[in-house]
C-alpha cells in the first residue's frame, strides 16, 4: 500500500513539474523573471489549442507521444481525462506505451473488451498496481479520472 502511495505521489510529481519545466530534448532560457520558456515553439496541430494557456505542455506531450488528441486536429483540452485514457498516458510516460499496445488483446475487467483502444494499457496499468477497479469486476474506462 505504502509502494502505490510512493508510485502515485512520484507520479503526479513528475506530471506537475513536466507542465511547469522544459523537457530536456526542448531548449530553454531562463528570463529575467526566473521563469522557464521555451526557445523553439512546436507548430501546434491542435486547432482547439492555438490560444490555449498549456498550449506549449500539450505539444510537448503531444509530440513525445505521450498523448493523442480526440482527432487529428482537436485535443480537447477542457475535457476531463478519463480513466482509459490516464491508464494509456502513465503507461506512455513510464516507457511502457509499446508494451501497452502489445498487450491489447487482453481485458482483466468485464468493462474492458479486449478490442477496446486501451485495452492493453488499462491491463499492464492494472498488473504493475498503477490502476485499480471498482471491485465489482469494472474497470470503468470512459469514467472521469
Not at 5 to 26: D, K
Not at 41 to 49: I, P, Q
Not at 71 to 98: H, K, Q, W
Request: aromatic share 10%; proline share 5%.
Amino acid at each position: 500500500m505504502r509502494f502505490k502511495r510512493f508510485i502515485g505521489a512520484m507520479l503526479a510529481i513528475s506530471i506537475c513539474m513536466g507542465f511547469t519545466m522544459p523537457l530536456s530534448s526542448m531548449a530553454a532560457d531562463q528570463n529575467p523573471n526566473n521563469t522557464y520558456v521555451p526557445a523553439e515553439r512546436a507548430e501546434c496541430v491542435f486547432t482547439d489549442c492555438t490560444n490555449h494557456w498549456a498550449r506549449n505542455e500539450i505539444e510537448i506531450m503531444q509530440l513525445k507521444s505521450v498523448i493523442n488528441g480526440k482527432t487529428s486536429t482537436l485535443y480537447a483540452p477542457e475535457d476531463n481525462i478519463t480513466r482509459a485514457e490516464f491508464a494509456m498516458v502513465v503507461c506512455r510516460l513510464l516507457g511502457y506505451g509499446a508494451t501497452a499496445e502489445n498487450n491489447a488483446s487482453f481485458a482483466p475487467f468485464n468493462d474492458v473488451a479486449a478490442d477496446h483502444w486501451a485495452s492493453g494499457a488499462i491491463a499492464l496499468a492494472s498488473q504493475r498496481g498503477i490502476v485499480n477497479g471498482y471491485g465489482n469486476g469494472n474497470f470503468g474506462p470512459e469514467d472521469p479520472v
